[in-house]
């Protein structure tokens, strides 16, 4: 069987092309990451893989991780300006096979893909053999699903979109982010608030806290990062409120699942804030749950460093259903 795979993302795109069997290990023949703004349309980015890869044949499946609901093997992307649909999909690509599944369906399946190696333990508290995990992460978006451990004793995973539910301020600091938010968007999610996409915006409001300037373009994160290291005091501050912000959304998740098994933390902005996220900072916002507290420092929390997990779990999904 040849198969690509692929986590699609509203920032990168990340493809592989596998070949093997279902009872064997999948051998990689081509992999790349892609700029997903660079396409009009995912069919165009499958095709430009194609070509890239220089490999004669067609696949004979083609399985993708997306940002955003699924309704029918239908998606619009979340932070894409993509609409999906698998049965015209296939017969554009000529691909017998085209299937969906949320990214972080995806990239739940792919915590059983990690090594020792790819893990940081934020909450180092014990992890109990089958108990239910749960996994989340700000991207561009904020992502959310849970694991529940099967007869065989794997785990078969679940999206939601939890990154959407109505964002709770914890302090007077937030309340007004809610309140600048809300002037801006109307409905405010957590996403809102924790995800690349919501940098630009916390900046900005230190900014309007600390009476500083406002900056003349949008700031992403790697820009906020380098003023913040630059001595900027509203980007110190931008920093902090999102490990503040990030750790609350961390600690609702492990009141949402009781994730016993463990809590897993994704995304590059995890990564690139690592010493942030290590910091006691970030796990006293997660428990300052109340008479709820004791729930979240039992929770076994975990930073994934792998950058491959959502084209992992799309792999292992895709051989783990032929």
């Not at 078969?156 to 809300?182: M, T």
């Not at 004791?294 to 076994?300: D, H, L, N, S």
């Amino acid at each position: 069987m040849d198969l690509i795979a692929g986590d699609i993302g509203g920032t990168k795109s990340w493809l592989a092309w596998m070949t093997g069997e279902p009872d064997g290990v999948p051998q990689l023949r081509f992999e790349q990451v892609y700029s997903s703004a660079a396409f009009a349309t995912a069919d165009d980015l499958i095709r430009q893989f194609i070509a890239d890869s220089k490999l004669a044949a067609v696949p004979d499946r083609l399985l993708l991780a997306l940002p955003g609901p699924l309704h029918a093997q239908r998606a619009t992307l979340t932070n894409l300006d993509w609409t999906l649909e698998a049965a015209d999909m296939g017969a554009s690509l000529g691909i017998g096979y085209v299937r969906f599944i949320n990214d972080f369906q995806a990239a739940a399946a792919g915590v059983a893909t990690l090594t020792a190696a790819d893990v940081v333990a934020l909450n180092p508290q014990p992890a109990e053999a089958g108990g239910v995990r749960a996994i989340t992460g700000a991207g561009t978006g904020l992502g959310l699903a849970f694991m529940l451990a099967d007869a065989g004793g794997g785990y078969r995973s679940f999206a939601s979109e939890g990154g959407h539910i109505d964002f709770a301020p914890a302090n007077a600091l937030q309340q007004r982010l809610l309140e600048r938010l809300r002037a801006s968007y109307g409905h405010v999610s957590w996403e809102r608030a924790v995800s690349g996409l919501a940098m630009n915006d916390l900046y900005r409001f230190c900014c309007a806290e600390h009476h500083a300037a406002l900056p003349d373009a949008p700031v992403d994160g790697p820009a906020l990062i380098a003023r913040a290291e630059a001595g900027d005091a509203a980007a110190e501050a931008a920093l902090d409120l999102f490990i503040d912000l990030y750790g609350s959304w961390v600690g609702n998740a492990a009141l949402l699942y009781q994730p016993r098994g463990g809590l897993y933390v994704a995304g590059g902005i995890a990564v690139h804030l690592r010493a942030r996220m290590q910091s006691p900072r970030f796990m006293a916002a997660a428990a300052d749950k109340g008479r709820m507290r004791g729930v979240v420092e039992r929770t076994p929390i975990f930073l994934i460093t792998n950058s491959r997990l959502g084209v992992q779990g799309a792999i292992a999904t895709a051989f783990a259903t032929s």
